[in-house]
């Protein structure tokens, strides 16, 4: 026989904050079936919102409808049962073919009557339409909350969010440790793997602990997802593609994070590794592009000899790459390094004369900035005409929404340029001195250093080092690709003058180099 139901819900979301609580509706809907003179056989209760199908306890009463076992249902209002049109229809076709004979509200009962249908379809409706306008007002929300450079979401590692200003400030705690795990990336001096091994055993780092969240030790997989996080670099990046420039403190440039990028994707670079090799994940064959594997052989008389081989000549497609000693790649290296090894005396007449080409410089600032915001109105200009030709028709929604995408993107980054402070003329040379006084330094370091401090010098100096034929082919970075020949103070000259017109294409932001205990490798920081 059917039997009449008490369907009480409340959502922990903020649309139903208004409403009684589940226990209230109970109370309250127990006293309406008593003077309807109807008995209550079962009382299903449920937290979960409606904006949504999927909810378990109004799918089995509404499989219970369907099968004719319940004859009315108490609620507190139609919005309790459906606050979305798919459980909506269900409950007014239930109606409409008389599945159910009744719906009882202490404001007005709702039958299979066309009058009664009508008004239930109202009311669910206007249920829907408060969801619909919620979602729109949240988005609206959170869209201007991302203009002015905040996020919606708990920020990453090494940042923590002032819950008085709603805004996110830096971790004592955690910044400094986060920023040295940049600074070993970025230095060449470890791999991936290494970096979260030592976060965890050496550095003590832990997420911050957040209720039963957190207060655990980076895993590997989260290390790699905290390196492919443009937040860092100030840059606010969704799910949906959109970027923000972020008004919190940048702990990288965005230069660092992209160099950042393109190690990472080097195929091999972070595989574990049970040696230490100087060299491991930084050098590629030079017939198939393969990552070369370092290999360890022993010889009788007990002496440790490492190669460097192609990975693919184990993998179906034997690659005529033959092995490459380390002895050999480094005996290259030296004789290299002491080519764009500069002497004492070419230092200390380029840093004179530098400083007078850097004081011709500063209206390369003003320009700089002129063209950064030229950038930023073009794409502001093209974003306009993509919504005209989107308008109009002339383009389809998916080719829409990438180019508007790769535009937010392209804007986010130019505001974060245009944030970057600007260098002195001082600063710029204090700098230039550290690369030529890294320059000079270069050979005796390579030759006396440990493995560590040999595969950081590799990675400041060698571009894309690939080996054939037991020769190692790269090209030097710039700005050691300057010093390359430059005997004579003619010479000099010529170097002052790529210093000077690289300055400028770097937008004044150079690297760093030192060769201290300390700080064996290129570094360079955002300006607090």
Not at 115 to 124: C, K, S, V
């Amino acid at each position: 026989m059917p039997t009449h139901v008490i369907y009480a819900r409340k959502s922990t979301e903020s649309d139903d904050r208004q409403v009684l609580s589940i226990d209230s509706q109970i109370q309250e809907l127990k006293l309406l079936a008593l003077r309807r003179g109807l008995e209550v056989d079962e009382i299903l209760t449920e937290a979960r919102s409606a904006k949504a199908p999927g909810r378990p306890i109004f799918g089995q009463l509404m499989k219970r409808v369907n099968k004719g076992e319940i004859a009315g249902v108490f609620c507190w209002k139609m919005d309790r049962l459906a606050r979305n049109p798919f459980d909506s229809g269900q409950i007014l076709q239930a109606l409409a073919d008389r599945k159910i004979e009744q719906i009882i509200t202490p404001e007005r009962t709702f039958t299979g009557d066309g009058n009664d249908r009508f008004l239930g379809n109202f009311e669910l409706g206007i249920a829907t339409k408060f969801i619909d306008d919620l979602r729109a007002n949240v988005k609206r929300g959170n869209r201007a909350r991302f203009e002015r450079g905040w996020p919606n979401f708990r920020p990453p590692v090494g940042y923590i969010e002032d819950r008085a200003t709603k805004t996110v400030i830096t971790d004592p705690e955690r910044f400094p440790l986060v920023q040295k795990l940049w600074d070993e990336l970025l230095s060449g001096r470890m791999r991936p793997m290494q970096i979260a091994r030592a976060a965890e055993h050496e550095w003590g780092l832990q997420t911050r602990k957040a209720g039963k969240l957190g207060g655990k030790p980076l895993t590997f997989q989260g290390v790699f997802k905290l390196f492919a996080n443009p937040y860092y670099a100030g840059l606010i990046r969704l799910k949906s593609g959109e970027s923000y420039r972020g008004a919190h403190s940048p702990m990288i440039t965005m230069a660092m994070f992209d160099q950042a990028q393109e190690l990472l994707g080097r195929p091999g670079r972070s595989r574990p590794a049970h040696h230490t090799f100087a060299y491991a994940g930084m050098l590629t064959c030079g017939i198939c592009g393969g990552t070369l594997v370092a290999e360890v052989h022993t010889k009788p008389s007990g002496r440790r000899y490492v190669y460097y081989r192609c990975r693919s000549r184990t993998s179906g497609r034997p690659c005529p790459n033959p092995c490459l000693p380390e002895t050999a790649l480094e005996d290259q290296l030296l004789r290299d390094l002491r080519r764009v090894s500069l002497s004492k005396a070419a230092v200390d007449w380029i840093s004179s004369n530098i400083r007078q080409q850097l004081q011709a410089t500063s209206s390369h600032h003003a320009a700089r900035r002129d063209a950064l915001e030229k950038a930023l109105l073009e794409a502001s200009r093209e974003n306009e005409m993509l919504l005209t030709l989107r308008l109009r028709a002339q383009v389809d929604e998916e080719t829409y929404e990438r180019r508007r995408l790769q535009i937010l993107d392209r804007q986010a980054r130019l505001k974060i340029q245009l944030d970057e402070p600007t260098r002195s003329p001082e600063e710029l040379v204090a700098q230039i001195e550290e690369v030529l006084n890294f320059s000079v330094s270069l050979p005796r370091a390579f030759k006396e250093g440990d493995p560590v401090r040999r595969r950081s010098i590799l990675h400041a100096v060698c571009a894309n080092p690939k080996v054939r034929d037991r020769k190692a082919l790269y090209k030097a970075k710039e700005p050691f690709s300057f010093f390359e020949g430059k005997g004579s103070t003619r010479s000099w000259q010529g170097v002052v003058e790529r210093l000077r017109n690289w300055i400028v294409e770097k937008n004044f932001q150079i690297p760093s180099y030192s060769l201290t205990e300390e700080d064996t490798v290129p570094r360079k920081r955002p300006a607090a």
